[in-house]
């Protein structure tokens, strides 16, 4: 039987967002000189690669990129150290640049540039900025729940009743700073009960947020704990009617994280000039409403409003802890490993 054009389509999706993994194997690039900016990414490479090269256009830089998981680009960044090729690391989320923060490997920002953002989406210090904000959401079949079947807390999804139900990506760098704003909210010892009953009610692992998605599009589960554009992504392939909404959670509740994906100029860096100018541009008109047209991100400048469809940024209301606070990804892997979460 020939293949529908959805699920063509469907196909084509997940190869062309899950092709950073391929990517991240290769080795870092070595810059050759001081005119060459090195860029290591944790954002995919489906989604960036055209605002990275529009940049190195506009700007006249040339750039080479090292894309891959951002928890794993931080792991690599700190073997490295001080020998690391890399200027700037262009980071999925808050957790791993907060991890190079505290190791002191990031070098502080100009007031001209962290003026751009206000202080909830930056570092304490001024040593990352972020760029765009992704709320946590519980994204849930419309054919199977209504929104109202949705408990207030990601707390509660440990009940029996959401046995074999649940998505999850748990080598996502998201994910990962979720569980380390969960120990922050909770302890050590009550993020550790969440995640083993989660553990216990079966939930199903995926490679990614996308196809978490598909999976609840495909009857695979219910629901997923994801971040809230992958819904918009894939609306565009699949259309106005596929069959998944995003659920939020209570004001204040662990579920409610704002993160935010960002950069940091490394201390070493060759090009500090041209890494500046990076967030710059970052930071302005054209890439902010490229965040908020093509990826379905919030922006973070002055300026420049978000997707209309979406949830307005101030009504969601995640715990109160700084993003700052979100630097023990080590921490985090080591529970999530002891959990068994991650094998």
């Keep these: 039987m020939a293949e529908s054009p959805r699920s063509l389509r469907r196909r084509r999706t997940i190869a062309g967002l899950l092709a950073f993994v391929a990517a991240a194997a290769a ?4 810059s050759d000189g001081s005119d060459t900016l090195t860029i290591y990414s944790g954002r995919e490479q489906s989604l960036v690669q055209p605002l990275l090269e529009r940049f190195a256009e506009e ?9 891959g998981d951002t928890a794993e680009l931080a792991a690599t960044l700190l073997e490295e150290g001080d020998g690391s090729p890399a200027d700037v690391f262009f980071a999925q989320d808050a957790g791993a640049l907060g991890a190079l923060d505290a190791a002191g490997m990031l070098q502080p920002l100009p007031r001209e540039l962290l003026d751009l953002v206000v202080p909830r989406f ?18 849930h079949s ?3 729940l209504e ?30 700073s979720f569980v380390t704003e969960l120990r922050q909210v909770q302890g050590e010892d009550g993020a550790r009960a969440w995640l083993e009953s989660i553990q216990a009610n079966d939930p199903v692992s995926y490679e990614s947020n996308i196809p978490a ?3 609840i599009a495909d009857g695979e589960v219910d629901v997923a704990f994801v971040n809230h554009y992958y819904l918009y992504i894939l609306r565009q392939e699949e259309g106005e009617d596929f069959p998944v909404e995003n659920g939020f959670m209570a004001p204040g509740d662990p579920g409610s994280l704002v993160n935010v994906a960002g950069s940091g100029i490394l201390g070493t860096a060759d090009s500090t000039e041209d890494a500046q100018a990076f967030i710059r ?7 902010q409403r490229y965040f908020a047209t093509e990826t379905f991100e919030y922006p973070l400048a002055d300026g420049v409003p978000a997707e209309p469809e979406l949830r307005p940024l101030s009504e969601i209301t995640p715990p109160d802890v700084p993003l700052s606070d979100l630097s023990d990804l080590p921490g985090t892997l080591e529970l999530l490993h002891e959990t068994g979460v991650l094998p």
């Excluded at 080795?27 to 070595?30: H, L, T, V």
């Excluded at 541009?281 to 890439?287: H, N, Q, R, W």
Aim: hydrophobic share 40%; glycine share 12%.
């Design 27 to 30: 080795p870092a690039c070595s």
């Design 59 to 67: 700007e006249g830089v040339a750039i080479e990129v090292r894309y």
């Design 122 to 139: 930056r570092a304490a210090d001024g040593d990352w900025i972020g760029f765009s904000g992704r709320a946590r959401v519980v994204a």
């Design 142 to 144: 419309t054919d199977r």
């Design 147 to 176: 929104a109202e079947d949705l408990p207030d807390s990601i707390l509660d999804f440990t009940d029996p009743e959401w046995r074999g139900r649940i998505g999850w990506a748990p080598t996502n760098g998201s994910f990962q």
């Design 213 to 215: 998605v598909l999976g």
């Design 281 to 287: 541009f970052m930071l302005g008109d054209e890439a």
